[in-house]
């Protein structure tokens, strides 16, 4: 079962419907994760998603990453990722995933940059920023094609495209 909190800030204007958007996307990369069956439990799951400005992301890039730059999506781990298989057996019921905050001016420029909507790249970093969330990482290139084949089959069942269409020319991404 899942509670994806969504914390809408200034901006994200464009008459998305984020709140939907961020439980599919977040609902998505659960349901292509190890972790499915987090979603028949009678464990609660929570993950907040917070759209904000680059101001706020380049202070929460600063001060937990040492990189002094907004970026478009960061993420903050509750549970450690060695622990999650036994998120079942919490006490009250409840188990705090994490966070997952995603900067507006960034997002909106890669969107552009990329000629896609603002939504359909912020439901790619939600999906991106949730299998953070479920102990995925991206520093080797072992690491990063896993999690970049997860994702696109998120992105497929939710009716999006595979946004690393690019990586067979052997381009990296970084999420600065």
Known sequence: MFDIALIHESGWADGTDWE???QQAVVAAI??????????????YEVAVKLTD??????????YRDKDKPTNVLSFPMVQADLLQATANTDDGEVLLGDIVLAEGVCTAEAAEKGISMADHAAHLIIHGTF????????????????????IRALGSIGLKDPYGDRQQGIRHDHG
Not at 31 to 44: C, I, K, Q, V
Not at 132 to 151: I, K, Q, V
């Open 20 to 22: 939907t958007l961020a």
């Open 31 to 44: 349901r292509h994760s190890p972790y499915a069956a987090f979603e028949g439990a009678s464990t609660l």
């Open 54 to 63: 680059d101001a706020e992301v380049h202070s929460l890039n600063r001060d």
């Open 132 to 151: 953070h969330l479920l102990g995925y990482d991206h520093m080797s290139d072992s690491e990063a094609e896993a999690m970049e084949a997860l994702e």
